[in-house]
T-cell receptor
């Protein structure tokens, strides 16, 4: 158990819909990262927050947005969903803003039908 | 640029040794990680290299050469449970210390 909690574990929805994925980092970790992993693909970095502020941005679509709240949990919002958005979405946390070991949650598996 | 290359797939026999290579190009290197990921599960930390040389941890060792932009993960005395994907990830200092993952190497251990 990494200490990072993600909900929901599984989510099935239809194209055009909007979903929110939630992540609680390890106690004491200020940084939260979101990654997307499509079937048999590598981890694609989406976005990072540190202590409530956006720190780094990767290949995140405009239809996607995220935020980190004062209690340090984070949410990833995916809207106007397309079939290609079906993937595992991982949240990871770390103590530092830059680098350091990442601790991954179990992921949220999104299926868009 | 931030390119990370590793082989897509490798097969090895139980009890043998396998070496997974990773080459990278980055605008400012600040460390390299190896993670293990079983199918459908979260990646788990294996090793971290920031200086040149070999880091050994039980059956797993990781080597780094910063001048060559090269690392390898060595798995010894392979066990069936080692069948997984192994992800090389590099910290890019110029990109705000962003951690970027390679595509992963799927290792299949056969009896």
């Amino acid at each position: 158990d990494s200490g990072v909690t993600q909900t929901p574990k599984h989510l099935i929805t239809a194209t055009g819909q909007r979903v929110t994925l939630r992540c609680s980092p390890r106690s004491g970790d200020l940084s939260v990262y979101w990654y997307q992993q499509s079937l048999d693909q590598g981890l694609q970095f989406l976005i990072q927050y540190y202590n409530g502020e956006e720190r780094a941005k990767g290949n995140i679509l405009e239809r996607f947005s995220a935020q980190q709240f004062p209690d340090l949990h984070s949410e990833l919002n995916l809207s106007s969903l397309e079939l290609g958005d079906s993937a595992l979405y991982f949240c990871a946390s770390s103590v530092e803003a830059g680098g350091g070991e990442l601790f991954f949650g179990e992921g949220s598996r999104l299926t868009v039908l | 640029g931030q390119n990370i290359d590793q082989p897509t797939e490798m097969t090895a026999t139980e009890g043998a040794i396998v070496q997974i290579n990773c080459t990278y190009q980055t605008s400012g290197f600040n460390g390299l990680f190896w993670y293990q990921q079983h199918a459908g599960e979260a990646p788990t930390f294996l090793s971290y290299n920031v200086l040149d040389g070999l880091e050994e941890k039980g059956r797993f060792s990781s080597f780094l050469s910063r001048s060559k932009g090269y690392s390898y993960l060595l798995l010894k005395e392979l066990q069936m449970k080692d069948s997984a994907s192994y992800l090389c990830a590099v910290i890019h200092k110029a990109a705000g210390n962003k951690l970027t993952f390679g595509g992963g190497t799927r290792v299949l251990v056969k009896p």
